[in-house]
């Protein structure tokens, strides 16, 4: 049975293979199901939720959406898991502790996807990887992670660990993410950067404040560098306003391979 909890789990062919089944679903052309797919979300959970959603009922899948507080109730997750495989197919989580997956997917009932934890986000990169392979070939592009240590970032290295990315963090040193190649200088990092990453600061707020990025930053960077902050993203936080009216700013509708992507990988988890 295959699950997705974490990328560094896979390899450069199943990624082109990912790539491609999301070509098809974003032509309208991509394998439908019968079944259901239980997703399990918080209440703010926004684009990858509606994309899950929105991408299972193409599909053919009816979904099933249900709050995450009930995998962190008084029911272990892995009876849950043991009670749904007589009525669904896939399993969709987004909850803070990634063992809870793990578990899940250690019983071998259902396929179980990562949907968010505290220390990876693998849908989220997964698309924005095959966003940026609209254009280029995502595997060639030089990337800067500018923020703390945290799922965001963690999931980029996971990418890059599994596919060989060329990716550097910049930030204090003090917020670096293990193992991770890291630059302190935000200016001398971006200035070979394709691709220009960032998360929000959360508890880190005052020192990542000379790390914000702003129109000035993006200027050094080389010619066609795209600027893909992480959504949720606050004007005056991780990025100032006029980074958002740069040439560089991938755009609002970048996140639309979510829905593809997240298809696909519904797709693979089924199949396997």
């Not at 966003?131 to 995502?138: C, K, S, V, Y």
């Not at 993410?177 to 990092?189: F, N």
């Amino acid at each position: 049975m295959q699950h997705l909890l974490r990328l560094t789990e896979w390899s450069v062919v199943e990624l082109r293979t990912l790539f491609a089944a999301a070509d098809r679903y974003r032509l309208g052309e991509g394998e439908r199901y019968e079944g259901a797919v239980a997703l399990f979300f918080p209440p703010t959970s926004l684009r990858t939720r509606v994309a899950f959603e929105r991408g299972a009922w193409l599909m053919g899948l009816q979904h099933i959406s249900l709050s995450s507080d009930i995998l962190r109730g008084t029911e272990d997750a892995t009876d849950i898991v043991l009670s749904l495989a007589s009525w669904v197919r896939v399993v969709v989580a987004r909850l803070p502790d990634i063992a809870v997956l793990d578990r899940m997917a250690a019983v071998q009932a259902i396929p179980v996807v990562n949907a968010m934890t505290a220390v990876n986000h693998p849908c989220e990169v997964l698309s924005d990887l095959y966003a940026l392979a609209q254009t280029r070939d995502p595997l060639r592009l030089r990337y800067v992670f500018v923020g703390a240590d945290g799922n965001i970032g963690r999931a980029w290295w996971e990418a890059g660990c599994a596919f060989g990315l060329n990716i550097v963090q910049t930030c204090p040193e003090e917020l670096r993410i293990p193992g991770m190649p890291w630059e302190e200088d935000l200016r001398e990092a971006v200035r070979t950067a394709d691709v220009i990453l960032t998360d929000g600061p959360g508890e880190h707020a005052k020192a990542l404040e000379p790390y914000r990025i702003c129109a000035e930053i993006l200027d050094l960077a080389p010619e066609g560098v795209r600027f893909a902050p992480c959504p949720p993203y606050q004007r005056g936080r991780e990025l100032a306003a006029d980074a958002l009216d740069h040439p560089a700013f991938v755009g609002h509708r970048f996140k639309e391979s979510l829905l593809p992507v997240q298809q696909a990988v519904m797709a693979w988890v089924i199949r396997a």
